[in-house]
């Protein structure tokens, strides 16, 4: 299993008046993740997305442990934790700078094409990239 | 079961390249759906955080259906799912104008002193709130 | 001289940990202001959008004069401080609940094509909107 | 004249529907070009912060020259324009990969107490800081 790792400086613009960082901004930051993770397998989503192919959410759960401030440094932990024909599930750990787990997480994606939101399987798109996920995947299915 | 509607005007920092409402912002219309939940029933979130409690979320899942776009009004439900001495979930749809679903979730969260963030019971903090939540919640515990 | 009005209901997430709003969510509710306007004089800016049609910022000046903060209701003011062919500055008062004033603001947009960025001039998009806006400048070019 | 230079990855969640970066959040990245010029001669803001003081914005100003996309890296360089007893005026450029010119902008800080937003001079925080200031400023007060 390829687990992916991107440091975050948590931005001033990213907390709240908690005095911590706002739950929803986790979401980008796993966005970043996914975005790295591509990245260091030798692929790019940004180029995905100019031949005419999106990767929207369609189901996401987290789980917040403990909370991030400002002026901390926070590391995404990356991986697919499953890889099928229409479906992908990324896994997430998001750490404090000790490797305390300040929360968890796991995303749902599919892709589809820009214009019409229809899926469309990654293997016609991209076989390399459909094969390195399926080899990468924590879970086969 | 009481159920809360506020509607949201789609604003359009909220989009994203796809054209579509960036996925992380339906987490903060969450927010402002049990805020007027809070608002509906005669109590107020400000003023709790006022006097040293907030309520972060614990936990939190997403279904993701329907994009919203630009220019539409969104419309989100909010309930008490079920609510016990330290635990608190709450549902919401998320709508488009035409009644369809944009979007399922549930948060879990927990009350905390905001100086120390260790939970405290809402019913030593406000027990008529308490009461309340506990008289409206779908799911008694 | 029209001056619309929009009342923003502050949102948490629009807050930082000064417990404040963040100065940055000023310009968004400056879009917010601008977008009442042209619904005010009965026009449509995501309808020119899907014309092809985009109006972003080229240049903007805020001062901040006292911070807002979460659970208060924003009122922002918005007209049109000068139209030319091609430039069109908006004028903006933000205020507190007392009327005392949080922010003033100016924003200098023009239309562009949207495949292009070419600048594009509104008297050949939208006739009457132009009329309109030359109609209720506050300084006339 | 000291320039401090912070590289920028451009988050999707930063892109709207125009296709390119929200005009709002080159405001949160000149806030992490001036946490970077902190960082850069030996401060720390956080620190500063943790003390009971806080620098709001009173007043900027920034023109955007040429729209960045998701997928580049923006360079955001940051000095002191000018800095006198209670006025400290930052000074931005936000470069293309290409060096081409993003945005430029100003932006004019004052040093307050936390707790009652009254101005503080940074010569009796922190007589270091100011005499670094004073010492790398662009313009002399």
């Given at each position: 299993?390829?687990?992916s790792e991107k440091?975050?400086?948590?931005?001033?613009a990213e907390t709240d008046q908690m005095g911590v960082v706002y739950h929803a901004n986790y979401l980008v930051w796993m966005e970043i993740g996914r975005?790295?993770?591509?990245n260091d397998i030798g692929f790019n989503y940004a180029?995905?997305?100019?031949?005419g192919y999106i990767s929207p959410v369609l189901d996401l759960s987290i789980q917040y442990k403990k909370a991030m401030r400002y002026g901390q440094v926070a590391t995404v932990r990356t991986w697919v934790e499953s890889h099928s024909k229409l479906k992908?599930?990324?896994?997430?750990?998001?750490?404090?700078?000790?490797g305390s787990?300040?929360?968890?997480?796991?995303s749902l994606h599919t892709l589809v094409k820009k214009d019409s939101f229809r899926p469309y399987p990654l293997s016609k798109v991209d076989p390399e990239w459909d094969t390195k996920y399926l080899e990468i995947a924590k879970v086969n299915n």
């Open positions: 299993m390829f687990v440091q975050i400086e948590i931005r001033y975005t790295q993770l591509v180029g995905l997305e100019e031949q992908t599930i990324y896994g997430y750990e998001i750490l404090h700078e000790d787990v300040a929360a968890t997480a796991t």
